[in-house]
């Protein structure tokens, strides 16, 4: 009996210390709904994130503009990367933004990109004969009265008088990646995207870079939604300022916004 009662105090005071032992934390999930321009830098910080962590960040990627509809209809997302400040304005406008947590994040450049890596350099301006260019081909954009890229793109070409010349031969794809993806595989020879885009892809060369004067600044804000759940979110968004996050963005060609 004695032993008997030994064996069950044991059992006793380790499963009182295990009950008393700490736990680890549990994981976290973020919902995060991206400009597809981010896709190379955040799918590295998010990685980066996840391992320090044990959080994962799952990550949608599309226009700017359809992701702040989806959201205004309620997608689950927790947080929003807009490649555009007039898209999270709207998201904001319609109070699907949770105060206070809005922050300008990041700059880019715009620029014309051509397939294969070694094609001519020309000089982005006024000058610029685009049409004779392009040839029997078509400029490839991201969708010009929706998707920030090719609003900046439409603008900066209309700004230079350009435009006119060539926006029946426009062809229009649903986000920047995509554009990115025709001169890629030669479906179109000339394109226009982010400098980090034409970074991403190794066959493409970017020939020129379109004035800054001639768009409006490219600025990629990043805020939480209203309806977030995730007791992560916040860490997330801190996280994209954060020097780890801030060496990753550099590298991959973007402006980090103090």
């Known amino acids: 009996m004695r032993r008997v009662f030994r064996t ?33 830098a955040l799918d590295r910080i998010a990685a980066e994130w996840a391992a320090a962590t044990t959080h ?5 990627y599309a226009g700017s503009s359809a992701l702040a509809r989806q959201i205004q209809q309620g997608a689950p997302a927790d947080i929003f990367i807009s490649a555009s400040i007039d898209w999270m304005d709207a998201v904001a406008d319609s109070g699907d933004l949770r105060a206070g947590t809005r922050r300008d994040l990041l700059g880019n450049t715009l620029v014309l990109i051509a397939h294969g890596r070694d094609a001519a350099p020309v000089t982005v301006d006024a000058s610029l004969d685009l049409a004779g260019t392009l040839g029997d081909g078509r400029l490839a954009m991201a969708l ?32 920047v990646r995509a554009a990115l993806a025709l001169v890629a595989r030669n479906e179109a020879p000339l394109g226009i995207v982010y400098a980090t885009d034409a970074a991403a892809e190794d066959d493409v060369s970017i020939v020129g870079t379109f004035p800054a004067e001639s768009h409006a600044p490219i600025v990629y804000p990043a805020a939480i939604t209203a309806e977030s759940r995730s007791p992560a979110a916040q860490e997330f968004l801190d996280y994209l300022g954060s020097e780890a996050a801030r060496a990753i963005w ?7 916004i103090e």
């Open 56 to 60: 994962t960040a799952v990550i949608s």
């Open 144 to 175: 010009v009265d929706a998707v920030p890229a090719g609003i900046y793109g439409k603008a900066a070409l209309t700004s230079l008088g350009l435009w006119d010349g060539v926006a029946a031969r426009v062809a229009q794809t649903d986000n």
């Open 8 to 40: 069950a105090a044991r059992a006793g005071l380790l499963a009182f210390g295990l009950a008393m032992a700490p736990m680890p934390a549990a994981a976290d999930e973020v919902v995060v709904f991206a400009a597809a321009s981010l896709t190379t």
């Open 250 to 256: 550099e590298a991959e060609g973007f402006t980090v």
